[in-house]
């Protein structure tokens, strides 16, 4: 079994460094189960945090600077701490450079660091490796200054950071959940409020699986950007603070006003609320083929009123509904910003490997394409480790 993502990364830091790191800290992806792009309309989201980890080993240093090393980009930037910090042309580095520029505009001097960064967490799968990453450096900064943000306080500094160096208008679920996540629950979010309900995910019975197309989907590109301001537009134009507050009835009562194309993100958004409370309630109860049912309608409605899915993730869904219940599939839907990544699956337990088996060798015949497949119980969120003086 290979090493995770934090011996890893205190292997690397001890060899690049030459000496081991004082602090390891970690955060997890997510899988958001049900509630695509709900949050940034004050929505409500029911992710998961995954097993899979970014994980930052560091160590201080005396000369006001702050190293970054990426392992998945085998590249080393250092960071001018005495001055203001400035993101980079779509570069990796804009993740963690925003959070420490985040904590330097709250009057925090940052001391110098060495940071390694090591991660499980696929990049471009949907499963939010950037928010990982976020939360783990602000973590870790967290360590060496002493210092303790509450959680939603930490989510909002790390989602300031996606917003501000790396260009994407991102809602809060992916930096809160992992913050909050708890082992073995989902974690029912309402991003106005942001409280906070635990939802028991420990059914044996039962596995969430996640199949990635291996589709990469950049949002910093402008279809997340656009459909954020189609819901504001929307927003506006029914009278409402947010699409949370506006009913089906209304979305159908102005189609007029809205137009055909803002008439439809707005209804993705309205349903997908009920279908989150629906879900979280049907999970409670155990009822697995209802929460399965939900997923399948959240991925109509992604695909047709909001448009952010594409030919992989339909494809995927389609042969999860020809395996369907007889054969361990209870639900799929896309999860993530879309266009690309991956898709959450819900499935007995006992048939999961011959479902991983299945949607493989059915998706590579049909896209030409080979798809990843993990399967993950719900993790805990960030953490730190102080490794000696």
């Not at 800290?25 to 004050?42: F, K, M, Q, W």
């Not at 942001?194 to 990469?216: F, K, Q, S």
């Not at 697995?288 to 909001?306: N, T």
Request: net charge negative; aromatic share 4%.
């Amino acid at each position: 079994m290979s090493l995770k993502a934090s011996e890893r990364a205190i292997a690397r830091f001890s060899d690049r460094v030459g000496h081991a790191p004082r602090w390891v800290a970690s955060a997890p992806g997510r899988v958001n189960l049900i509630g695509e792009h709900t949050d940034y309309s004050d929505g409500f989201v029911l992710p998961m945090a995954i097993d899979a980890r970014t994980a930052v080993a560091a160590g201080p240093r005396n000369d006001g600077r702050l190293t970054l090393y990426s392992a998945a980009f085998n590249e080393s930037i250092a960071l001018d701490l005495t001055g203001p910090v400035a993101p980079r042309a779509r570069h990796w580095s804009n993740y963690p450079a925003g959070v420490v520029a985040g904590i330097q505009a709250m009057g925090v001097i940052v001391p110098g660091l060495d940071l390694v960064i090591e991660s499980d967490v696929p990049v471009g799968a949907g499963l939010s490796s950037s928010a990982a990453l976020e939360v783990a450096v602000a973590t870790l900064v967290e360590a060496a200054t002493g210092l303790t943000w509450g959680p939603r306080e930490k989510a909002r500094l790390c989602q300031r950071a996606e917003h501000e160096f790396a260009g994407v208008p991102s809602g809060i679920m992916d930096q809160l959940v992992a913050v909050l996540a708890k082992p073995g629950r989902a974690v029912k979010i309402d991003c106005r409020s942001l409280d906070a309900e635990y939802v028991d995910l420990t059914d044996p019975g039962v596995t969430v699986m996640i199949v990635n197309t291996n589709v990469r989907h950049d949002l910093a590109d402008g279809a997340y950007a656009d459909r954020r301001a189609a819901c504001v537009e929307a927003a506006s134009r029914l009278g409402v603070e947010a699409l949370r507050d506006a009913t089906l009835d209304q979305c159908q009562q102005h189609a007029g006003a809205l137009g055909p194309q803002l008439c439809a993100r707005a209804r993705h958004v309205v349903t997908e609320n009920a279908r989150v409370h629906a879900a979280a309630d049907a999970a409670r109860d155990c009822d697995w083929d209802r929460v399965g049912v939900l997923m399948y309608e959240s991925h109509a409605s992604l695909r047709d009123d909001f448009g952010v899915s594409c030919l992989e993730l339909d494809v995927l869904v389609e042969i999860s509904q020809s395996i369907g219940r007889a054969g361990g599939v209870l639900g799929c839907r896309m999860t993530g910003g879309g266009f690309g990544g991956s898709v959450v699956c819900l499935v007995r337990t006992d048939a999961a490997l011959i479902v991983a088996a299945t949607m493989s060798q059915i998706y590579t015949a049909r896209t030409g394409r080979l798809a990843s497949v993990l399967t993950s119980l719900p993790g805990g969120g960030a953490e730190v480790r102080r490794r000696g003086a």
